[in-house]
């Protein structure tokens, strides 16, 4: 079993649409959960962080942490055909352990 | 604009030749990390510096070699590399032991094709 599981997609949405990006991990002491946005040709640039269960919001950005159920989502609201990109999920066990990355999730915005 | 400077964007280089990739954060940060990401595989850390220390070393080969002369430069030198050691190399760099848990931030990164 990947460690950080993610779909690679490709996802495909309408534009204005809610884009649902979905993140399983194994290790069940993890203690933080990042969602990074990788554009074609460009390096992962940080969306959010959380660390307790449940959801936070920033912005059309809505990332939800169920620490029993071992999953982490990204919710896009008002799905943007900029937002079409790779979303990479990492894990981190605590403070000063590695993170643990996913392969990526790619997503389109379809116009 | 990353806070996070690479140098070369992009390198071409024989199986023979020796090249360093430069990094240089402006985030006060006190660790720095080199990932290499190729196609089809997860991020790969290569080695991290906290404090100007390598605290890890992920069985890198030994034709890579770091350098981390302060905490806000990093260095990646080259040597002898083979086709395979062709990708994308991000260096990154963190507050180690923050609140938000050690978040790492990436510079543009170095395209490295081995020819």
């Known amino acids: 079993q990947k460690e950080v599981e993610q779909n690679s997609g490709p996802l495909s949405v309408p534009e204005g649409a809610i884009a649902s990006l979905n993140c399983t991990y194994s290790?069940?002491?993890?203690?933080?959960f990042f969602w990074y946005r990788q554009y074609s040709g460009k390096s992962p640039e940080l969306i959010m962080f959380?660390?307790s269960n449940g959801d936070k919001e920033d912005g059309r950005f809505t990332a939800q942490l169920n620490k029993a159920s071992q999953y982490v989502s990204l919710l896009i609201r008002d799905s943007q055909p900029s937002d079409s990109a790779t979303y990479l999920c990492?894990?981190?066990?605590?403070?000063?352990?590695?993170?643990?990355w996913g392969l990526g999730t790619s997503l389109a915005v379809n116009p | 604009e990353t806070g996070v400077t690479q140098t070369p964007r992009h390198l071409v280089m024989g199986m023979t030749n020796k090249k360093s990739l430069k990094c240089e954060q402006h985030?006060?940060?006190?660790?720095m990390y080199w990932y290499k990401q190729s196609a089809k595989k997860p991020l790969e850390l290569m080695f991290v510096?906290?404090?100007?220390?390598?605290?890890e070393n992920n069985s890198v080969p030994s034709r890579f070699s770091p350098e981390c002369p302060n905490s806000s430069h990093l260095f990646l030198h080259l040597h002898t590399l083979q086709p395979e050691d062709s990708a994308l190399y991000l260096c990154?760099?963190?507050?180690?032991?923050?609140?938000?848990?050690?978040?790492?931030?990436f510079g543009e990164g170095s395209w490295l094709t081995v020819v």
């Open positions: 290790d069940r002491g993890s203690q933080s």
């Open positions: 510096y906290s404090l100007e220390e390598r605290v």
């Open positions: 990154a760099s963190s507050q180690a032991n923050s609140f938000s848990g050690n978040t790492i931030y």
């Open positions: 990492a894990v981190r066990a605590g403070n000063n352990r590695k993170l643990i």
């Open positions: 959380i660390y």
């Open positions: 985030l006060g940060h006190n660790a």
